[in-house]
């Protein structure tokens, strides 16, 4: 139980963590790309204050991982303003950006672990038990080192903001893959997939998890095996 509660922690903080990085580098590249709605909104920024939804930041997380192994959650839509854009792809680029650094920072934690993971013949042991732990499934792992907090820390890391860019380049009107379809639709067919965005919504929730897991799943699995052969 207690191992459990700290993962939750882990997760909780991994997921807000990302939340922000997610905004605040769409907030900076649309500034970089000629758009400063976000900047002057004070967007561009790591405080969680400004990229909190009660929604989507505090309430579906707590839901959402009492009922799945993972957290899930999203921040307040990053506000663009498109005829800021110089350059018709500002948008879109400024849009992926925010999974962009979230696969990033998925690819660090990664990199990080596999120098943990050769710096002790003991911590090599370790990166099984921090991934048995993060899908919470129950092992004697007997005494652990000191440093596997920071090993399961990391490995969290890598779960939920590979679960969260997949999860945000999903087409759906509400979220960032939704914002790119759009931007490659003709007018009226970009107006129609808005205006059902609803019942998009109603579908997904739904649906959404297996939508999710059929990216997620692969991916997290490349980055295991290449936790394993590194």
Not at 140 to 159: E, R
Not at 175 to 191: S, T
Request: aromatic content about 14%.
């Amino acid at each position: 139980m207690p191992q459990n509660i700290a993962l939750i922690v882990f997760e909780l903080f991994i997921m807000l963590f990302s939340i922000c990085l997610h905004a605040c580098a769409q907030a900076w590249m649309a500034n970089r790309k000629g758009d400063p709605t976000a900047r002057m909104l004070g967007r561009v920024t790591m405080n969680p204050a400004m990229h909190f939804d009660p929604l989507g930041t505090l309430v579906w997380p707590l839901l959402f991982i009492y009922f799945s192994p993972f957290v899930l959650g999203w921040g307040k839509p990053v506000p663009m303003t498109y005829r800021n854009f110089p350059k018709k792809n500002g948008e879109v680029i400024s849009v992926l950006a925010g999974p962009a650094v979230q696969f990033l920072a998925a690819v660090v934690a990664l990199l990080i672990l596999v120098v943990l993971k050769h710096a002790s013949p003991v911590n090599a042991g370790m990166i099984q038990a921090a991934e048995l732990m993060s899908f919470r499934i129950p092992a004697d792992f007997g005494q652990l080192p000191a440093i596997f907090p920071l090993m399961l820390l990391l490995y969290v890391c890598i779960v939920v903001n590979l679960l969260l860019c997949v999860f945000n380049l999903i087409p759906m009107p509400f979220l960032d893959g939704g914002r790119i379809l759009m931007y490659f639709l003709p007018y009226n067919a970009a107006k129609t997939f808005e205006q059902y965005s609803f019942y998009f919504m109603i579908a997904f929730f739904l649906l959404g998890s297996r939508l999710i897991m059929v990216g997620f799943g692969p991916l997290l699995a490349i980055f295991n095996g290449l936790l394993r052969v590194l």
